[in-house]
């Protein structure tokens, strides 16, 4: 089984940086409201579908899970910081495969907004995935 081990989030909603470390198989996000518990959820969401997933335990789809939970609006923006496009959304989680020691591993999502269009559309980079076992 895959397992995050740490996780950092740039730019993204409420989360300017920040960077949890020592995760294991059963972790508890505990705070007050709106002090980035959800945004932790939505970014290890984002990593997990740059690996693949597609649905949920519940079958639900992943890449509009959020937007219909937040009932968003189509405007990108505010998925940044401060609703500050200039700096790219950066999420990052280190992984291991718990069946095999040594298998460590890095899971990268980023979106940058493309300036050249001028129409507020985002751009998906795809995601960068290495390991040691390579």
Partial sequence: MIQLQSLTIENFRGIREGRIDGLTAVNLLVGR??????????????????????????????????????????????????????NDIAITGTISETRLPGSDGELSYRQSMNQGHGNGLTRMQRPRVRSSCE
């Fill in 33 to 86: 409201n709106n002090s980035g518990k959800t945004t932790v959820l939505e970014s290890i969401t984002r990593l997990a579908t740059r690996a693949g997933l597609q649905q949920d335990v519940l079958g639900r789809d992943v890449d509009g899970f959020w937007q219909e939970v937040r009932q968003l609006p189509a405007d990108q923006e505010l998925m940044w910081h401060r609703l500050d496009t200039a």
